[in-house]
T-cell receptor, first 113, second 115 residues
């Protein structure tokens, strides 16, 4: 069984640009979660998508947005990039009825210069 | 004050030692408690998942939850060099059967087990 896959692995952007990160959940998983892991700040919850709808959002500005597609894959968009957005962005997925048992991908390392 | 506090370490132990990792929390609404292991350049991997006070054992790993003290622990017996990683505690609220989808993580403890 393929795990959660994220692309790209690394992304370098200039301040003010937009970044798009992609995530494919495990087959059969309908929920996708996005987390930011910045140095010194730990893992911070960004967004939760389930069945194509945004279900919950963390304490991040609106320039962090995303969507979930009919095949349950997801993308995270970060507009007007700031230097502080440099971090590892992790995607996780879970299956309905399994509670908080998430499987994480290996992440996308976003560097804003 | 952070909702979840975890000693970042680093923690260095000899192979075969018993390792104790701990987290405290302030939000009494947390009901689900997890431990993740994260190797360098990888995503976190779920090790233990509990939702009640008491102990849960899985191989060399034992998770302990004390809701009255708002304190959780992970014990690793007979530690191996392959256990060297960052260990993260995580917690979540589940109200009325509906998950909020959010895990609140500790800062992570860096563990090194040397041969």
């Amino acid at each position: 069984e393929a795990g959660v896959t994220q692309s790209p692995t690394h992304l370098i952007k200039t301040r003010g640009q937009q970044a798009t990160l992609r995530c494919s959940p495990i087959s059969g998983h309908t929920s996708v979660y996005w987390y930011q892991q910045a140095l010194g700040l730990g893992l911070q919850f960004l967004l939760w998508y389930d069945e194509g709808e945004e279900r919950n959002r963390g304490n991040f500005p609106p320039r962090f947005s995303g969507r979930q597609f009919p095949n349950y894959s997801s993308e995270l968009n970060v507009n007007a990039l700031e230097l502080e957005d440099s971090a590892l962005y992790l995607c996780a997925s879970s299956k309905r009825g399994t509670g908080q048992r998430y499987t994480f991908g290996s992440g996308t390392r976003l560097t804003v210069v | 004050q952070k909702e979840v506090e975890q000693d970042p370490g680093p923690l260095s132990v000899p192979e075969g030692a018993i390792v104790s990792l701990n987290c405290t929390y302030s939000n009494s609404a947390f009901q689900y408690f997890m431990w993740y292991r994260q190797y360098s350049r990888k995503g976190p991997e779920l090790l233990m998942y509990t939702y009640s006070s008491g102990n849960k054992e899985d191989g060399r790993f034992t998770a302990q939850v004390d809701k009255s003290s708002k304190y959780i622990s992970l014990f690793i017996r007979d530690s191996q060099p392959s256990d060297s990683a960052t260990y993260l505690c995580a917690m979540s609220i589940n109200a009325g059967g509906t998950s909020y989808g959010k895990l609140t993580f500790g800062q992570g403890t860096i563990l090194t087990v040397h041969p």
